[in-house]
């Protein structure tokens, strides 16, 4: 410490201020605590400025090209539209720069100060913040860490980070897609509804990662928008040449593959970041990939000491974040609390969106459930054919000893919203009668949940009975 240094005294210091890092500031301050904010970069995080917001803005824009055609069908006239990617650009960046401010003023109005830099833990009660030439040390007497996750970007512009994926500096020519996850469906239907060219290589890891039938109109449909999608490859390999991706793989028969493409996207590796924090000066235990290891209350094993969101590690998901968040803040300020993740919802924006939560009907037979379920298409819902938004289906899964629900998953136009229905009766431990007797709006698209309950007991209103096959 410079002799004669100056030092502030907070009561709780909040490394980082993405989604997880402001809404904890804020919770706490609502409890009464004296809050300080230290963001190295821009307050939002990645979250706002390179993550969610713009991936979920470039599947916005190249929904909008999707709705053309039917806006044509209802009577509208305008000549053949073009997509202007330094226009959309602007719009990216206002919208941005509004929800930006709009945090910044949330945190002005809580009195929450927001300190710009590069912070560095100097032992259990003092941390240091270095921006330029300007450093000053905050004495605290507790802290959340919501530093955030890193990756590293290749500097070709061709094998593209997440970050550099959804937000091109040019559309590519021929976009390959390696991976069978979130990142690499929005990216597929995004790009493809923008008129690129999009081939998928699908490793399908993660088995179980959607619902059975759910893959099923997901892998239909990514072959109705002419993406090239190959299915449970193995043995990546590529190369760059004369700036193109030369790229081969085993298919599912095991030849040999090859194809071109201009940019490419893997999934890349993640790490906690926590390299430079000074946390090994604390004593707070990491993980291999330097994620932050935390208990269902979000305390590290040194005290006085939180972390939350993606620092500490998967599911790299803000809404794990928010609820971490006010979880860390609460138990800091004396409250009760944990996080349990058990009913988590998953939402994949495709074109139509993916929204689950619960488990799929194998999880739930490998758990030793005895299961009942019931699907529901969106061509049989009324409201969906008038919007013209017939693809998709909602499907639940349901206990057949107790009738309580264990998964809901969807598939279509409104999937997003719908998902919260399902998540408060599977965290009220909900059974069928509960989704079978309240009222549903008509025209809706929450009518395929009922349906799909009715379904499951032979009751659908809007589907033929299941025929039944007779004994010779």
């Known amino acids: 410490m410079v002799v004669g240094e100056l030092v502030q005294e907070k009561e709780l210091v909040v490394v980082g201020g993405g989604p997880a890092g402001y809404t904890a500031a804020i919770r706490a301050a609502q409890l009464g605590k004296e809050v300080v904010i230290i963001e190295k970069e821009k307050i939002g995080g990645v979250c706002l400025n390179k993550g969610c917001i713009p991936s979920k803005t470039l599947v916005h824009a190249a929904k909008q090209s999707g709705r053309l055609q039917k806006m044509k069908e209802l009577g509208f006239l305008f000549d053949d539209p073009s997509f202007a ?254 996080v349990d993740m058990t009913w988590m919802p998953t939402v994949i924006h495709t074109d139509p969106p993916i929204a689950f939560s619960g488990f799929t009907e194998s999880e739930a037979k490998e758990a030793g459930f005895t299961i009942k379920t019931g699907v529901f298409p969106l061509t049989a819902n009324g409201y969906a054919s008038l919007t013209q938004n017939k693809e998709g289906m909602a499907k639940v899964v349901f206990d057949d000893q107790s009738d309580r629900l264990l998964g809901v998953h969807f598939i279509g136009e409104g999937a997003v919203d719908l998902i919260s229905s399902a998540v408060l009766g599977l965290e009220m431990g909900a059974r069928d009668e509960d989704f079978l007797f309240p009222f549903y709006p008509h025209p809706s698209t929450s009518e395929s949940l009922l349906e799909a309950v009715e379904q499951m007991k032979g009751l659908a209103i809007h589907q033929p009975p299941k025929k039944v096959k007779q004994k010779a």
């Open 85 to 338: 990617l330094s226009t959309y650009h602007q719009y990216k960046n206002n919208t941005i720069d509004n929800l930006r401010k709009g945090v910044m003023a949330l945190c002005k109005a809580h009195k929450i100060e927001i300190i710009t830099g590069k912070a560095y833990f100097l032992d259990h009660e003092r941390i240091g913040v270095e921006n330029g030439h300007q450093y000053e040390t905050i004495k605290f007497s507790q802290a959340i860490i919501a530093a955030g996750a890193y990756i590293k970007e290749d500097e070709t512009n061709r094998v593209l980070s997440s970050y550099q994926l959804f937000n091109p500096e040019n559309l590519p020519g021929k976009l390959l897609l390696i991976g069978w996850n979130y990142l690499v469906l929005e990216a597929a239907f995004a790009y493809s509804g923008l008129g690129c060219d999009v081939t998928v290589l699908a490793t399908r890891d993660d088995s179980g990662f959607l619902d059975a039938e759910i893959e099923k109109e997901l892998i239909r449909l990514l072959k109705k928008r002419k993406i090239d999608l190959h299915l449970d490859v193995k043995n990546i390999r590529w190369h760059i040449s004369n700036n193109l991706i030369d790229c081969t793989f085993n298919n599912a028969n095991g030849e040999r593959r090859e194809v071109t493409g201009t940019h490419i996207y893997s999934q890349e590796e993640i790490r906690g970041n926590t390299d430079g924090l000074g946390v090994s000066r604390l004593g707070v235990e990491l993980d291999d990939q330097g994620f932050i290891v935390v208990d269902e209350q979000c305390r590290t094993n040194r005290g006085g000491i939180f972390a939350i969101g993606d620092v500490t590690g998967p599911p790299l998901l803000a809404v794990k974040g928010i609820r971490q968040g006010k979880t860390a803040a609460e138990i800091a300020c004396g409250k009760t609390g944990e």
